[in-house]
């Protein structure tokens, strides 16, 4: 799927704006693959994303859908109180905590008749049926896993390849479960601790992602047995990324930590930490996508108001140790970054 890369490096889907045709295409005319980000997106503008996308180049690229879950049960009333002060401060009411399938079925036929090359999937698996109706135009699915339990799953339904996803990474974890990384319990994997564990469960390729912004991170994970290195956070400031101009800020002064929350969508994500974070994160009840809802008004008045202390500022750990400019600068130093960490490895073995 991924073998006539130039460099096995893949610029990650992001959704809500970070993840646009012009990133996807320079991550492609660089050497690299890169995905669409189809979540919140409607059909009508996923299409559009892909139409602008083929305008700027012919190299093959990919669309990620989330997965929709069951409706929650959780009583989310209380949580809505509790934000309408936040909604307050900016002037504007809290959204509707709904549930909804972000339009996921009329974006499978999207990709269907757009014969996307390669479909990834995040928040769970998609359904034997779909890989089907995919391999039959040709598309290879890969599925985000983010243990060697969701990685059985995957293979069972005819996953082509596993993206794992480690701990380290930046926004939502790609659990097939809300709550899932529950603070009184449950495993969470490191990257390289992913990647042994699900590599012994399956000879699928895998894809390694979380934390990866140096060219040492990219020839560790390849190192390990990863057939390419997933990048998100790296890929932020790019020039041609549609990251917010405040969230960009605060990458750049950085002097934040990072910490998972729910506070924003009801599903865990990294982020940087600020305010709406640390005075939230206890009481979110896991009920996604009706918290993503519910804050959605709040988070785009912060950002029109350029407040990044009530936005969801997703990030990986090692945020503060990506750069920024065009991507195929930032592929290219990669590939520079990785070719010297192998010849140093390769000389302390000999």
């Known amino acids: 799927m991924f073998e006539n890369l130039r460099f096995p490096v893949i610029a990650a889907p992001m959704a809500g704006g970070p993840s646009t045709p012009e990133l996807v295409a320079a991550a492609a005319r660089a050497g690299g693959f890169g995905f669409l980000a189809a979540g919140y997106l409607k059909a009508g503008g996923l299409t559009g994303q ?3 996308l083929r305008e700027l180049t012919g190299e093959p690229f990919g669309v990620n859908l989330f997965v929709p879950g069951p409706e929650s049960t959780v009583d989310v009333s209380g949580y809505r109180e509790r934000l309408a002060g936040e909604a307050g401060r900016y002037g504007v009411e809290p959204g509707e905590p709904r549930w909804d399938d972000d339009d996921y079925p009329a974006k499978l036929d999207v990709v269907v008749a757009e014969r996307v090359p390669v479909v990834s999937f995040t928040f769970g698996r998609p359904s034997k049926e779909d890989v089907d109706r995919l391999h039959a135009v040709g598309s290879k699915v890969v599925v985000t896993v983010t243990g060697p339990d969701e990685a059985e799953l995957a293979a069972e339904v005819g996953a082509d390849a596993l993206c794992v996803q480690g701990f380290e990474s930046g926004g939502h974890r790609a659990l097939f479960t809300d709550d899932g990384d529950r603070p009184d319990g449950g495993e969470v994997y490191g990257l390289l601790a992913a990647l042994r564990l ?8 895998l894809i390694a992602t979380g934390g990866l912004v140096h060219g040492a991170d ?11 290195a997933q990048l998100g956070t790296a890929f932020l400031r790019a020039d041609e990324a549609g990251t917010k101009a405040v969230q960009q800020r605060a990458l750049a002064e950085g002097g934040r930590l ?9 599903k865990p994500a990294r982020g940087l930490v600020n305010r709406f974070l640390a005075e939230h994160s206890a009481e979110a009840p896991a009920a996604y996508p009706q918290l993503h809802h519910l804050s959605k008004p709040i988070r785009a008045a912060a950002g029109d108001a350029e407040d990044p202390e009530a936005m969801s500022l997703w990030a990986g750990q090692t945020y503060s140790l990506a750069g920024a400019g065009p991507a195929a600068d930032i592929i290219a130093k990669l590939r520079t970054e990785a070719e010297a960490a192998l010849r140093t490895a390769t000389t302390r073995l000999t």
């Open 218 to 228: 990219v020839a560790a994970v390849l190192v390990a047995g990863a057939c390419a």
């Open 258 to 266: 990072t910490a998972f929350t729910r506070a924003f969508s009801g």
């Open 50 to 52: 892909i139409g602008r």
């Open 198 to 205: 699900v590599s012994a469960r399956t000879s699928l390729p």
